[in-house]
C-alpha cells in the first residue's frame, strides 16, 4: 500500500508517521511505500524498509498535486495547512494554501482516471463560531469566526461533494485542540491549554493567563493519530452522506486540568504555574467552543481519552520517556 | 446610486430591475445607474432615466469581475449562477460559474481601495440536506446534496468571511422554492410546484407527479423580490455576525396548493390538473425539506406570503393582468 501524508513535517503528520511505520500497515495491508509532503522536507521516517518520497513544495502550485498523486497513492492523509493565527494574518496565504491547495488536490484526483482513493482531511473545531448552544450538537451549523475556520468548513464541503460524486472515499475530521501539544511554547492563543502542563512538567514555569473556571475540549496528540488511523478504516456504508465529523475529546476546566497534573506529578509541579491574567486571551477564549457532543464519531468508533489524567500520562509517556522533571 | 445587479437577464433579476425602477430608487436613496449583467444580454429596464450598461460574459474570466465593479457601485445583487440540475449535469461548469464567479467578484472588491459595498446574495435552501428534522432551525447545519447546494453554501462562506474582514457588507438570502414561476414549464423536478398553477390558470393541463400530501415551502417571485430589497436595507448591526440567512415562506401540501387554487379560480380550473405519478421525481422530491423555521429572517422584518392563495393571487395580478383563462 502507498500512503500519502501531506503536511508530513508537521507535529501530527510525523507521530502519524511514526505509528504506521510501527503498525507496519494500514487497514490490515503493509505499507511498501510512503509519500511525505510539507513546505518543508519531512524526516526520513526511521525503522521503515519500504520506499520512501520526501516531496517538497505548494499543493496549489500547477502540476504539484497532479505529481504527487500520480503513482495512485490508495490512501491520503491531508494535513497541510497554514495555521489559524497565519490564516488570520495574511488572507492570501490562507486562501492559497488551506482552500486552493485542497482543491488542487480534489481536482487532480477527479482527472485522475480509474482512481477512487481513500482521502482523510484534518478539519478542526475552528468552523464553528459563537454563540454555542451548551454542547454543539452533530447538526449545529457552521459559522467559523476565522478565515482558518472559513477554509476549513469550505474543504469540507467540498470533500463531501467529490466524495458523494464518487471521486474518491473521503472522510472529515474536526480535531479538538491538541493538548498536551509537545515542543516550545508558542504564540497561538489556545498555547497555555498545553503550556500549563508541559512546562511544570519539564521543570519549568508556566502562564495561566486564563481563569481556572475556562472550560475547553482536549485530544493528545496520541488520539489525533487514533483518529485519523480510525478514519482510514471506516467504509462509505458506515460514513453515509455526511463525512465530515466532530471528534470527541476530554471536556474540563482548567481548574480540572490542574488538578490532573497535582494528582500526577505532585503539588511541587502544579506550584510552577503562575497565574497572570491576559484580557487579550480571555476575550478570544471566550468566544471558542466549551463542550462538543461529538455523537457521531463516538457512534462510529472514535476514541479519545477518558478524562484529562489520561492526557497528561499520554504527554509523560509520548515525550518524556515517563521521567517529571 | 449606482446598482449592479448579476444574472439580471434570469427571472428574478428581471423583476428585480423592474422594482427598483418603479420605487425609483432603493435605501431612500435615488438610483441613477444601473449595470446588469448576465450570459446574455438583459433587456434594457423600460421606464428609467438613468444610465445603464448592459455586460454580457463570464463574471470568472479574467478581469470581467474587476470591470465590473471599477466605478465602485454602491449595491450589488449576486444572482447570476448556473442552475441545480446543470450544475449537477456539468461538474466543472457549475463550480465555474458558481464558485470562481462568485470569488472572483468578492477577491475584486477586496482588491478594491476605499470600497465597500452592500453585497446581497441569493442563496438557496439546497444547502440543506436530508435527513430534516420536523422544521429546519436556523442553526442547522449545511450538508447540501447537490454541487449547486454545495456551490451555494461554500459561497455563504466566502461571503461571511469577506464581510467579518470588513471588505464588504453582505447578505446571503437562502431562496424557497419560488411558486408560481412564470413562463413554460421546465424540466426542473420542482418545475410541477408552479405547473399546477401556472398551466390551470392559462387554460391548459397541468402533470402533477407526486402524491398530495407532499409538503413544501414557497414564496412568490414578488416575495423574492422584496426580500432582496429588504436585505439591501439591514445593517451590519442588525446583521450580526451571522449574515447567511433562510428566507420565510408558505409551507403546505399539494392538497392546500390544489384547495387555493379551487377558492380563488373554482373547480373547473383546478380540474385540468391531472395525476400521473412519476417516481423519479417522487423520489427527488422526498429528499427535499419541508419546513424551514425562518426564525431570525422574520425578526429581521424579511415577509412572505401568509398563505397559499396570496401566492396564487399574486401569480394572477403580477403575470395575467388579473385574468383566468
Redo the contacts between chains.
Keep these: 500500500m502507498h500512503v500519502v501524508v501531506t503536511g508530513a513535517a508537521g507535529m501530527i503528520g510525523r507521530k502519524l508517521t511514526a505509528r504506521l511505520v510501527k503498525d507496519g500497515g494500514l487497514n490490515g495491508k503493509p505499507i511498501d511505500k510512503f509519500t511525505l509532503t510539507d513546505v518543508v522536507a519531512a524526516d526520513k521516517p526511521a525503522g521503515f524498509a519500504g520506499k520512501v518520497d520526501i516531496v517538497t513544495g505548494d499543493l496549489a502550485a500547477p502540476g504539484a498535486a497532479e505529481k504527487l498523486i500520480a503513482e495512485k497513492p490508495e490512501v491520503i492523509f491531508h494535513l497541510a495547512g497554514v495555521v489559524s493565527g497565519e490564516a488570520e494574518i495574511d ?1 492570501d496565504k490562507g486562501y492559497h494554501v488551506n482552500l486552493d491547495g485542497t482543491r488542487a488536490l480534489l481536482e487532480a484526483i ?1 482527472h485522475s482516471e480509474n482512481y477512487h482513493p481513500k482521502f482523510i482531511f484534518t478539519s478542526s473545531i475552528a468552523v464553528y ?1 459563537a454563540p454555542f ?1 451548551h454542547a454543539i450538537p ?8 476565522t ?1 482558518y475556520g ?1 477554509q476549513k ?2 474543504s469540507e ?2 470533500l ?2 467529490y466524495n ?2 464518487g471521486f474518491l472515499d473521503g472522510v472529515g475530521i474536526r480535531l479538538p485542540t491538541i493538548c498536551v501539544r509537545p515542543g516550545k511554547p508558542n504564540k497561538a492563543a489556545s498555547g497555555f491549554f498545553s503550556g500549563i502542563i508541559r512546562e511544570p512538567l519539564a521543570g519549568q514555569e508556566a502562564i495561566l493567563p486564563v481563569a481556572d473556571t475556562v472550560r475547553h475540549t482536549h485530544a493528545s496528540p496520541r488520539s489525533a493519530v487514533g483518529f485519523l488511523i480510525h478514519a482510514a478504516s471506516l467504509t462509505r456504508e458506515q460514513l453515509g ?2 463525512i465530515n465529523l466532530a471528534m470527541p475529546g476530554v471536556c474540563c476546566t482548567v481548574a480540572e486540568q490542574i488538578e490532573s497534573l497535582t494528582r500526577i506529578a505532585g503539588p511541587k509541579v502544579a506550584a510552577r504555574i503562575k497565574r497572570q491574567p491576559d484580557e487579550l486571551v480571555m476575550r478570544i477564549v471566550a468566544g471558542w467552543s466549551e463542550r462538543i457532543d461529538a455523537k457521531r464519531a463516538a457512534e462510529l468508533g472514535f476514541k479519545a481519552e477518558k478524562d484529562f489524567d489520561e492526557i497528561v500520562k499520554a504527554h509523560i509517556e509520548d515525550e518524556l520517556g515517563g521521567k517529571i522533571a
Design positions: 488572507f477527479r463560531g448552544p452533530d447538526d449545529f451549523h457552521l459559522t467559523p469566526l478565515s472559513t468548513a469550505i464541503l467540498l463531501a461533494d458523494r460524486r452522506p455526511r
